[in-house]
């Protein structure tokens, strides 16, 4: 059920930042290694130490989650505008 693992990671991402200027969500992958992943892209509006903090309550929230193995491969990425 990946795609619940992917839709619980938005879900927190809009949850734990703000305000968000952009949100993305696109899949790479490497054909010669065999993998795939999700990125998750977050713009965000804030002050630095404002953004890390919003990070570490994502963080802690997606990590305490049930979602592995199906959250492997999906990773977050943030940029702060």
Known sequence: MRFLAIRRAVFLARKHFSPI??????????CEAGEF???????????????????????????????WPDSDGIRLSYDII
């Open 21 to 30: 200027v952009a949100l993305t969500v696109e899949n790479g992958e490497d």
């Open 37 to 67: 992943w999700t990125v998750i892209e977050v713009s965000v509006r804030n002050s630095v130490d404002e953004v890390l903090e919003q990070y570490d309550a994502y963080t802690e929230a997606w990590v305490t989650g049930p979602w």
